[in-house]
């Protein structure tokens, strides 16, 4: 991952995610360090909220302040990337 977040480009992809979109985002946290998550954005029940995996994408618009990357996976994308298991190294 970047040493820096690009804020306008996260806050670009994450106007262009809905819910039921597939995503995958980076995220950075001082609990667990680096880390990605590869799953369907789930709207949350407040103020325009957006989840993938669990965790908090954006909310209204704004990226969570731990997200340091996001990409909407489109077909083709993932079509080059093998599918992994919860649980799989």
């Given at each position: 991952m970047a040493a820096?977040?690009?804020v306008k480009a996260i806050t670009a992809?994450?106007?262009d995610v809905k819910a039921g979109i597939r995503v995958?985002?980076?995220f950075r946290t001082?609990?667990?360090g680096d880390f990605t998550v590869t799953a369907e954005a789930v709207a949350g029940l407040e103020r325009g909220q957006l989840t993938a995996g669990s965790w908090l994408l954006?909310?209204?618009g704004k990226p969570s302040k731990h997200l340091q990357s996001l990409e909407i996976i489109?077909?083709?994308s993932a079509a080059g990337?093998?599918?992994t298991m919860?649980?799989?190294?």
């Amino acid at each position: 991952m970047a040493a820096r977040r690009d804020v306008k480009a996260i806050t670009a992809a994450l106007a262009d995610v809905k819910a039921g979109i597939r995503v995958r985002a980076g995220f950075r946290t001082p609990r667990y360090g680096d880390f990605t998550v590869t799953a369907e954005a789930v709207a949350g029940l407040e103020r325009g909220q957006l989840t993938a995996g669990s965790w908090l994408l954006g909310t209204a618009g704004k990226p969570s302040k731990h997200l340091q990357s996001l990409e909407i996976i489109t077909v083709d994308s993932a079509a080059g990337a093998p599918e992994t298991m919860e649980g799989d190294s």
